[in-house]
């Protein structure tokens, strides 16, 4: 081109961009959104969700602070294991070597009443400050309480009825004693 004068020079960048202009082809543009939420494909929501909590550094200012300080956590640690103890407590009172008929054990605010039944331990957890009250039945499996039931149950897991005529099974149930009606709920 160094030998062309300007016109020719112009002609022929016209010719160039009016033979590339014929061969260009325009296609419909179509908008499709990204975000699921207004109609964009379901598996980006994850990605964008993520990617929305990684930018958000908002803090609600009356929010309770939940730190995860040293003094945060060994304050955490400490309160669950007095409540084990507590727990602890409670199930050895009930279950243990030398288990109760009943009992109370307050912790707090937090008042726990236990009353062993002839087939279950009811439990009573009552909080003073709220009033809220749950019920726990435990029920006792394979356990005999003293009394009449457990003289019961203690001649029927022995066999010593098994050794009576056979025309009365219940004649060795005449030496048991004990006071009450065995019905359920007649207590």
């Known amino acids: 081109m ?33 975000n699921p939420s207004f109609g964009g494909d379901s598996f980006n929501s994850a990605h964008l969700l993520g990617i929305a909590n990684a930018q958000n550094d908002y803090k609600d200012p009356n929010s309770p602070t939940t730190g995860n300080s040293q003094i945060d956590q060994f304050l955490r640690q400490l309160q669950s294991r007095l409540l084990s103890s507590l727990a602890a407590q409670v199930n050895d009172a009930i279950f243990g070597d030398n288990p109760q008929q009943s009992g109370t054990i307050t912790f707090g605010d937090q008042v726990i009443t236990f009353v062993r039944l002839l087939d279950s331990v009811q439990l009573t957890i009552t909080d003073n400050t709220t009033g809220a009250v749950t019920e726990i039945s435990i029920p006792l499996l394979g356990q005999t309480t003293s009394g009449t039931t457990g003289n019961i149950l203690g001649l029927l897991s022995s066999g010593d009825l098994s050794s009576e005529s056979p025309s009365d099974p219940l004649s060795g149930l005449g030496s048991i004693t004990g006071e009450g009606d065995l019905t359920p709920g007649g207590f």
Not at 2 to 28: D, H, K, M
């Open 2 to 34: 160094v030998g062309l004068n300007l016109t020719q020079r112009a002609a022929i960048v016209a010719a160039a961009f009016a033979s590339a202009g014929f061969a260009a082809t325009a296609q419909e543009l179509i908008y499709k959104p990204v």
